[in-house]
Each structure stands twice: as C-alpha cells, then as structure tokens.
C-alpha cells in the first residue's frame, strides 16, 4: 500500500524537534509548496498551533494521528523570513517551534487568520455635521469636526495634523458625531517635508549608504547631536523611490513616537509603529500590512526585527550598542545581530548607528566587516559640551548633590534653561539600614545565608520592593533584630533626589523620568511634555540617556557613577562609558552651549580620565586592548547554560552532568559549574556553567553535539534550565 506524505511540523514546546502527522481529512496530499502554513494538531490532550517545516515519508503511518485542519492557504511564513528563523533556531539552539512562535504575533500564534489591513478612518455622520458647530469653540472635538468638515481623514493623516485626536474622537463617538469607516486606501499622511542640507561627512554617508548594491553591512558611528537620524531620513526617502520597504529598529519603546513623528512629517506618508506597547491585534495588522507590502516604513523595537519585508531595501538599528536588543529569557536572541542576518539574507544594506558603538561592532568595522562611516561633528551650529569632574571627597552633600553643582542647578535655572541630573537608580533609596545595629531590610526570596540581596526603598521611605524578583512589603516600624526605631534608607534613588530638588527650587518644576513614571503606554511623551519650554529639572535614569532631543537642557549632573567603576561584570566599564557619553550628550545640542558635571569619589580612576580627556575611542582602544589581553568578547566566543532548582544541589547535579558529556579534547573551555553573580532569585538557587571558544565555529560544533543530549537528561526535569548564545551578561 503506497504512503501518503506526512507533514513535519514544529509545535511551540521545549522540544528540538518536528513532529510527524498526516494531512488533515479530505485535504490533497502535501508537497513542498505547504512549508510555512500553519496548522491546527492534537498534542497529547490538548490542541496546538504549528507550521509546516518540510514533507517526509514515514512507513509506519499507522500510529500517526492525523492534523486537524489548515489555517493558511499560501504560506504564513516563506522565503527569507522562513529560512532566517531556521538559522536563528540553529545559532541559539533552541526548539524551532519556539522561534517560530517568538516570531509571530500572538493572534496568530493562536491560530487567527491574517488580519485585515485596509486603512481606517473617521468622518462626521449626518447628526455631527449638524450639530459640529454646536461645540465649544477650541476644545478638541471641535477641530477635530472641522478637520472632517470635507469628508473622511485616515487615521495617519489625523496623527499628522492634530495631537490628541483619538481622544476627540471618542468624544465624538459618544455624541453620535463621528465614525469610524474602512477607506479604500490609505492616503498619504502630510506633503513630505524638505530635508536639511547634510554637512559634508553627512553628505558621504547618505551616498556610501544609497550606494550599496545589494548587503553591505554599515557602522554610522556619530557623535552626539551629529544628525544620525537625518542620514537614516534621506537614506529612507531613498529607499522609497525605489518602491522599497524600511525597517528601522529602536531600543526603547519610549523612542517610538518622537521618532514616529519626525519621520512621518518628513516622508509624508504612514509610518507604522511596532512594540509591545501596542496591543495584540493591533501588532498583528501591522505584521500583515508588512506582509502584504502596504506598510513601507516601519519603526519599531526588538520583536520588529521578525517583521516580513516582502520589498525590503534598508534595515536600520538605531543605538545599536544599547543592551535592550538582546532578549533575556525565552528564546535569548539578539535584535541587532539578527538583523544583519536577514539583510544578508534579503541582500539589502543594514546600517547600525550609534554614539557609542558596542566593542564587537567597533571591531567588526576596524577589521573591515562593516564599513565605517564617522560623523565627528554636530550638526549645525551645536557643540559639544564641556565636561567638568567634581570631587565630592570630603565635601557636604545633600543627597547626594555637592554645594557647588546645587548652585550651578540654581544658575542655569535662573538663565531659563532645563537641567538633567541623571541617577541610574530608581526608588528612593537602595537599602534600608538600622542605625543601631546594621540590619538591613533583605529580600526574603532572593536573599541566601552569605548573600543578602537588599529591597529598595520606595514611596518616599513608606514601602520596600525588590527590583529583582518584584516582591512587596512595608517598612517595618521597628528594626526586626534589635526593635530599635532607628530605620533610616541609605543611598539615593531618583524618588529622593526628586524629593530633595522639589524642597531646594520650589519655583522651578521637577520632573521624575524613570521605570515607575514611563510604565503607561505614551507616558514618556506625556510626562515630557509637562515640562515643556519652561526652565525646570529633569530627574531621570537611563531612559533619558537615549536619544531624546530637549533643545533647552544647558546642564546635565550625573549622581553616583562610582558603583559603576567597579563590578564583576566584564562590560561594566563599556556600559558606564556608554551611559555617561549618552547622557552627556542631552546637554546643549540647539544653540545654546551645554555642559556636563560628573560627581564622584574617584576622580583619578582610569576610565574617566579617558573619557573625559580623549573621548569614547580612546575608552574603547584601552577596553579593546583589556579585553583581548583576557580573552573576553569580541576576542573570544560564550555560551552560558543556567540551571535555576529549588535545591542548589539539583542544578548543580544537572550542570556537572553537562559538563561530563564534554569531550575531555574539545576546544572549548568550561567553567563551573558555579554560582551565579546573584544566586538566589525569587525562591530559586542559581548555578551556571560558562563555555569559551576561540572560534565561533568550535563553540557550536560542541553545542550542536551536545544539546540533543541535554534534553533527555534525567536530572533537566528537575531544574529550569537555559542555554544563552553571546551573553550580554553574566548574571
């Protein structure tokens, strides 16, 4: 009896595998032209959601079950975008099933059909042109009636010509006013705006850049305020001329509507957003309109990377040193490297900007893997700031702030401009200290015998939360250990210095930027635009270091870097160098002359004298030079397996097992199994194993031997294990 093809397909389960199943009932027999579609499949008891990677031929057909049904007619996934998530399974070692999920917004993972993706818009009904002039002269829903006074606007264009119009226009809604309608087609959003006339190195990298035939990797490494993102915007026109998409990658998702705005105003037509601010369905339509070739710009951060570029032509990942291109759990890829993956693969040109470029792409660019393209200048008639070290040794502070830049705070306040002092510490206070006895308040979850991981102090002193594990609790009214009432909170965090600056100018607002101010979708731009033009103070953490444009900041103060001089972490030095050239970097980029003040207690140490007298690459020949000398990244090749039990001894068993399984001749180092950095963490015990190559190509030889022997592994159902490729950290 002759076989029927079979479908293997990858499921989303921890498994590295495809998994057999005979087409679904009454369906044609499978061929090639069914890889990428997805399809519905009993699992066990349950039901999932898989994709097609390929047809087999299996003789025992008799204890396969069949699939349930097709839920695509083409192929969901194919091409590219296919093939690039079968590297990236390889590269990370991780289940394909559990990339393709990664990958795919979650409608469809749940096996939803492809969203509709026509444009939407509004337009007043017969009882709102009636009764528009009724309205309060002014008020929003009443320029919103006018703007649809000659018939319906897409919701882009609206974006364009009024802040604040899905407010009026549930206003509308709810008066029976205004609708929302499907339009035929989206119009364009605005007249695309003149560009500025680029400067001389400007000018060469837009041209090195529209230049490129084909995949041509790119390092835009520019200053501060040197009009990178202009370069993106005429490279971007560009690439739209030639009937083309863009994909334009950013690292936090408080970028996105400054940046969504410059670039709509300027090409003049819909730029669509992608992040997890954005709800499900709506990163769904987005992914379709991709899919579909209607959307030509997106901009977007992480997970964008997985968009489907159809007519791809340019792929930019802006501040592409930041650390939040790397995804930390799951499947633990990293944005910026997968997107020179696809541009290869898709062979467009894909340039990666920053400041402040990351080691490895620095090297990549000085051996002459990318093209190094420098923007040494500030654009137009911008300079840079100047840089003053204050000692604060021996000197009265007053949480933190030294006399000196209080009255420097005072000055640049009373000449109208803004200030930014920068802790990258959010709360009020790191620790919580009894003055009597030493105790400190300790997070009961992440806290072992021989190291005490402290709750920060929030609310003013009124609450404790690990920053950690998330746990919550009330400061105790009296010192557990000695019931002395002496609880004081040591340390400063941006809720403390906010406090502090409020007391000291209180004709001057003060505005707090971090985790606990920006958790709302659009609050960044919100809690900006509170401040304004006035003079006032901006208190913030590192979310105010990334490339946001504030014309009237004159001085930024940087509070407390010296936890940052010295760490375990091996990219600690780069993180703190990039940090302060970031925020640095906030400080005078209109015609107003900035400057930056930095505090601390070391004013010797090495790293900032560096910086302060020769600058990031002179940092960064120093660290270069250090890191080779140690052999760490970019001069060395990492994988780091974690093992997380209840018991150390079960994740400890688990990676002395995997370290075994480790030819004694192998290429590769291991190291551990050991602690990790932080060894207990919400109720877990922590241990890990480190592999160092050389060669990249030894370390994946070992671990695509090594991994198929992992998974069955007795002691794997015992602990939560993870494998990182290229680690960020090594915690």
């Not at 990370?92 to 990664?102: F, K, R």
């Not at 940087?558 to 001089?565: A, R, T």
Request: hydrophobic content about 40%; overall charge positive.
């Amino acid at each position: 009896m002759p076989t029927c093809p079979t479908l293997r397909i990858a499921l989303p389960v921890p498994l590295p595998q495809t998994f057999d199943y005979l087409p679904p009932p009454g369906s044609p027999a499978p061929d090639a032209g069914d890889k990428g579609r997805r399809v519905r499949v009993p699992f066990g008891n349950r039901e999932l959601v898989g994709m097609v990677e390929g047809i087999g031929a299996v003789q025992d057909q008799a204890t396969l079950r069949e699939a349930l049904q097709w839920l695509d007619g083409p192929p969901l996934l194919g091409g590219e975008l296919h093939a690039s998530l079968r590297w990236l399974a390889r590269y990370t070692h991780a289940p394909l099933g559990e990339v393709v999920a990664t990958a795919l917004p979650a409608p469809l993972r749940r096996g939803e059909p492809l969203p509709d993706t026509h444009a939407w818009g509004w337009e007043l009904t017969a009882a709102g042109r009636e009764g528009a002039a009724r309205l309060r002269g002014g008020s929003r829903p009443r320029r919103l009636a006018e703007l649809l006074g000659d018939g319906a606007l897409g919701e882009e264009v609206l974006a364009v010509r009024m802040d604040g119009w899905r407010e009026a226009g549930r206003s509308l809604l709810k008066r029976g006013f205004a609708q929302r309608v499907a339009l035929a087609e989206s119009a364009p959003a605005a007249r695309p705006q003149p560009g500025l006339v680029p400067n001389v190195q400007q000018q060469a990298a837009i041209e090195a850049i529209t230049a490129a035939d084909g995949f041509q990797p790119f390092l835009l490494d520019g200053v501060t305020g040197s009009g990178k993102t202009e370069v993106y915007l005429q490279a971007i026109a560009r690439c739209l001329e030639q009937g083309r998409q863009a994909l334009v990658l950013v690292p936090e998702i408080g970028l996105t509507p400054q940046m969504l705005a410059r670039f709509r105003s300027r090409l003049g037509i819909a730029v669509h957003a992608l992040h997890s601010g954005l709800n499900d369905n709506e990163r769904a339509r987005v992914w379709a309109a991709a899919a579909r070739g209607q959307a030509r710009v997106i901009v977007g951060t992480r997970s964008a990377v997985f968009t489907p570029l159809p007519e791809a032509g340019l792929l930019i990942v802006d501040e592409e040193h930041d650390g939040s291109y790397k995804q930390q759990d799951g499947i633990r890829y990293h944005a910026r490297d997968f997107a020179l993956v696809r541009g290869k693969a898709l062979d467009v040109p894909v340039v990666l900007g920053s400041a402040t470029p990351s080691l490895e792409s620095l090297h990549n660019a000085r051996a002459g893997r990318y093209t190094h393209l420098r923007l040494q200048q500030r654009a137009g008639d911008a300079r840079p700031p100047a840089v003053r070290v204050f000692d604060v040794r021996k000197r009265p502070l007053q949480d933190g702030l030294s006399p000196e830049v209080l009255a420097g705070i005072e000055q640049h306040l009373r000449a109208g401009n803004q200030v930014l002092v920068f802790k990258n510490r959010r709360g009020y206070a790191p620790v919580l200290l009894c003055h009597d006895c030493g105790w400190t308040a300790p997070c009961s979850r992440c806290s072992t015998p021989l190291h005490t991981t402290p709750m920060t102090v929030h609310g003013a002193g009124r609450r404790l939360q690990c920053h950690h594990c998330g746990a919550r609790a009330p400061v105790p009214l009296a010192c557990p250990d000695c019931a002395s009432l002496a609880l004081q909170p040591q340390g400063i965090g941006t809720e403390r210095l906010e406090e502090r600056l409020l007391q000291l100018f209180p004709d001057f607002p003060v505005v707090r930027i971090d985790r606990g101010t920006t958790a709302r979708r659009d609050a960044l731009e919100q809690t900006l635009a509170t401040l304004g033009e006035q003079p006032g103070i901006l208190v913030g953490t590192q979310i105010l270091a990334k490339g946001h444009d504030l014309p009237r900041l004159t001085l930024v103060v940087v509070v407390g870097i010296d936890e940052g001089l010295f760490s375990a972490d091996f990219r600690a030095s780069e993180k703190l160098a990039q940090q302060l050239i970031q925020v640095a970097g906030r400080a005078g980029r209109a015609d107003r002359p900035g400057e930056v003040w930095l505090q601390t207690h070391h004013p010797d140490n090495a790293l900032l004298h560096t910086l302060v007298n020769g600058g990031y690459h002179a940092f960064a020949d120093a660290e270069l030079a250090q890191r080779e000398a140690a052999g760490f990244p970019p001069f060395a090749h990492l994988a780091l397996m974690r093992a997380e039990a209840r018991q150390v001894e079960h994740a400890n068993a688990f990676l002395a097992t995997v370290k075994q399984a480790i030819p004694a001749a192998s290429p590769v180092e291991c190291y551990g199994p050991m602690p990790a950095p932080m060894p207990r963490r919400a109720g877990f015990q922590r241990a890990q194993l480190l592999l160092s190559a050389t060669q990249r190509r030894a370390l994946h030889g070992l671990l695509d031997t090594l991994m198929p022997q992992v998974y069955p592994l007795p002691q794997a159902r015992r602990v939560r294990w993870s494998l990182d490729v290229d680690p960020m950290d090594l915690y």
